[in-house]
């Protein structure tokens, strides 16, 4: 082993970069093969960049341990091998710390939304910098001091403020899991945190003891190689576990990429076990639709508002008619299944209330901060507002064309105006004439989740084969 273990290059050396390198592979794998395999669109908000982040953060932690750890068999020359560069910049405030700061965010938001009942009040992209900030003064202050030898190892008196920093982070999000253990989650949230966080103990408790021993005995040669092989092997365990564990994307984790049936949870509502959830299934033969009647009415008819929404979706001008469906969906959860409703709730914020949402509806500013600053998500009013006005809009803009349009003829021909030839029963809506509005924030899952592409497609599909 002679030289190798203080010079770097032993073939153990080699091997933990290796694993290193194909579990950052598999964590790329998994964050970006579901979006290509169910087309789903990019997430708006920290949906996206949270994981994103994440990903960053795994490279960076990874990087800065093969940098700065003599791994590969190279003399530090030039100011990009820096010791301070990679074992205190990289490694704590871009590596460790981003990475434990993304779950904490994720775990924070949870605790507002399912706890509170309410939208957290400080935005992902305000709450990420400042939990990381104690990681970019412990790193300036190092920076300062400079007590790194040139194989990049610490003082024995630094060892215990920094092994401190990254138990602190670990408590934190303990205590986060600890205050939403109660909540039933649908998509096994809580599972994953506890399993996050088990993994990442029993990492970082590994990863401290062989930090601390290749840190203080650099002397022995044969424990020099033992522990930073165990120390870039655990941080790989810890990088995949804690993506894959990830509670950001709970409606694609449904989405098995192992199983050819995954459409079955393509929309909120059949994730959520919604009766009669989705498409129209089954084509029954169904009482005339009468034009006369008021819009809010024909709308219960889901035979009605399939094909409506097809012809909206013709016009590009869908949302408004989705949006409807959405929480026409949302009103069939019993008001005592808060957790279900909170979810359904957030799912239609997210997806059509935030400025820049994919689908985002065209509502007035007062009733979509009026959503968004809700002090209870589970409320049965929520959308009230939000959905007299686009009622209003869809009546100007969207009825009176339908009426004279193919889709009108052949929902006629065909007799598919409801499935069965009942109108849906919700409760919980007020339709009034007057004029109304809507709200939405920041989500502890923040993803998007397949619209038109998939089922809205479809809905246009089936009229036009008729």
């Known amino acids: 082993m002679g030289s190798c273990g203080k010079n770097g290059g032993c073939p153990s050396d080699y091997i933990a970069v290796a694993i290193s390198l194909l579990c950052f592979i598999l964590l790329l794998i998994k964050a970006t093969l579901p979006f290509l395999v169910h087309k789903v669109p990019r997430p708006k908000g920290s949906g996206f960049?949270?994981?994103?982040?994440?990903?960053?953060?795994?490279?960076?932690?990874?990087?800065?341990?093969?940098?700065?750890?003599?791994?590969?068999?190279?003399?530090?020359?030039?100011?990009?091998?820096?010791?301070?560069?990679?074992?205190?910049?990289?490694?704590?405030?871009?590596?460790?710390?981003?990475?434990?700061?993304?779950?904490?965010?994720?775990?924070?938001?949870?605790?507002?939304?399912?706890?509170?009942?309410?939208?957290?009040?400080?935005?992902s992209y305000v709450f990420l910098p400042t939990i990381v900030l104690p990681w970019i003064a412990g790193?300036?202050?190092?920076?300062?001091?400079?007590?790194?030898?040139e194989r990049c190892h610490l003082g024995t008196r630094w060892i215990i403020p920094v092994v401190l920093l990254h138990t602190t982070y670990v408590a934190a999000l303990v205590g986060f899991t600890v205050a939403i253990r109660h909540i039933e989650f649908r998509f096994h949230e809580l599972k994953d945190l506890w399993r996050g966080i088990l993994v990442s103990t029993s990492s970082v408790g590994l990863w401290v003891t062989a930090y601390i021993l290749n840190e203080i005995h650099d002397d022995i040669e044969w424990l020099q190689v033992t522990s930073r092989f165990l120390l870039l092997i655990m941080a790989s365990i810890l990088v995949l576990a804690f993506f894959s564990m990830s509670s950001s994307q709970p409606l694609l984790s449904k989405m098995s990429l192992r199983k050819r049936e995954a459409t079955e949870f393509?929309?909120?509502?059949?994730?959520?076990?919604?009766?009669?959830?989705?498409?129209?299934?089954?084509?029954?033969?169904?009482?005339?639709?009468?034009?006369?009647?008021?819009?809010?009415?024909?709308?219960?008819?889901?035979?009605?508002?399939?094909?409506?929404?097809?012809?909206?979706?013709?016009?590009?001008?869908?949302?408004?008619?989705?949006?409807?469906?959405?929480?026409?969906?949302?009103?069939?959860?019993p008001v005592d299944d808060p957790v279900r409703r909170i979810y359904m709730a957030r799912h239609i914020i997210e997806k059509y209330v935030i400025a820049g949402a994919t689908m985002e509806v065209n509502i007035s500013h007062r009733n979509r901060q009026e959503i968004l600053?809700?002090?209870?998500?589970?409320?049965?009013?929520?959308?009230?507002?939000?959905?007299?006005?686009?009622?209003?809009?869809?009546?100007?803009?969207?009825?009176?064309?339908?009426?004279?349009?193919?889709?009108?003829?052949?929902?006629?021909?065909?007799?598919?105006?409801?499935?069965?030839?009942?109108?849906?029963?919700?409760?919980?809506?007020?339709?009034?004439?007057?004029?109304?509005?809507v709200h939405g924030e920041d989500d502890p899952f923040h993803e998007e989740h397949p619209s038109k592409s998939s089922a809205h497609d479809t809905n246009t599909q089936d009229v036009e084969q008729q």
Request: hydrophobic share 45%; proline share 6%.
């Open 139 to 149: 790193a300036a202050l190092l920076h300062k001091k400079k007590p790194l030898n």
């Open 373 to 437: 600053t809700t002090p209870d998500l589970a409320h049965p009013d929520l959308f009230n507002n939000a959905l007299n006005e686009l009622l209003q809009l869809m009546k100007m803009n969207l009825a009176k064309d339908y009426w004279s349009s193919m889709f009108f003829k052949k929902l006629r021909e065909d007799g598919t105006g409801s499935n069965g030839h009942e109108l849906e029963v919700v409760t919980g809506w007020n339709y009034s004439p007057r004029l109304s509005c």
């Open 266 to 333: 393509e929309t909120m509502g059949r994730a959520l076990g919604i009766p009669d959830s989705g498409l129209l299934l089954q084509r029954e033969p169904a009482p005339d639709i009468d034009p006369n009647e008021p819009l809010d009415k024909l709308l219960l008819n889901k035979g009605f508002r399939q094909s409506f929404m097809a012809f909206a979706d013709s016009c590009l001008a869908g949302e408004s008619v989705h949006f409807y469906d959405e929480v026409h969906e949302l009103a069939k959860i």
């Open 49 to 123: 960049w949270i994981p994103v982040i994440q990903v960053f953060a795994s490279l960076n932690l990874l990087l800065s341990i093969v940098m700065s750890i003599n791994f590969l068999k190279f003399k530090k020359k030039h100011w990009w091998q820096s010791c301070y560069l990679w074992a205190v910049w990289v490694e704590g405030p871009l590596g460790f710390g981003l990475l434990l700061s993304c779950r904490i965010v994720q775990a924070f938001q949870l605790y507002y939304i399912f706890v509170k009942r309410r939208l957290p009040p400080i935005r």
